[in-house]
């Protein structure tokens, strides 16, 4: 089996930080994309940012030049790293992973339990 689990939510203040990580383990053979979505209380799932294996980033409009993926490898964790932050921020943050497994073999895309992140004053 694959988990992901996320962790580093909270509630902050507008215009505050968060880093968000996301670690991997089970029976890996290879991660390739990851990525972070987020859903906000009667909305969809949306897509934050992702990463490639090769290290490509994208990010939606909505947090260009405040939010910034990244991902350690050796580690097998992905990073959300969140500044400014803005009330439509506040969501659960799900991160996701496509992954060779060993166990079941093959390749799936993994999900994690999510967690909070509230912008408020």
């Known amino acids: 089996q694959v988990q992901l689990v996320e962790s580093g939510g909270g509630l902050v203040q507008p215009g505050g930080s968060l880093r968000l990580p996301c670690a991997v383990s089970g029976n890996i053979f290879k991660i390739y994309t990851m990525a972070w979505y987020r859903q906000a209380p009667g909305k969809q799932r949306d897509l934050v940012a992702l990463i490639s294996s090769g290290g490509s980033t994208n990010y939606a409009d909505s947090v260009k030049g405040r939010f910034t993926i990244s991902r350690d490898n050796a580690k097998n964790t992905v990073y959300l790293q969140m500044n400014s932050l803005k009330s439509e921020d506040t969501a659960v943050y799900y991160c996701?992973?496509?992954?060779?497994?060993?166990?079941?073999?093959?390749?799936?895309?993994?999900w994690g339990q999510g967690t909070q992140v509230t912008v408020s004053s």
């Open positions: 996701t992973a496509r992954i060779i497994s060993t166990s079941p073999p093959g390749t799936y895309d993994y």
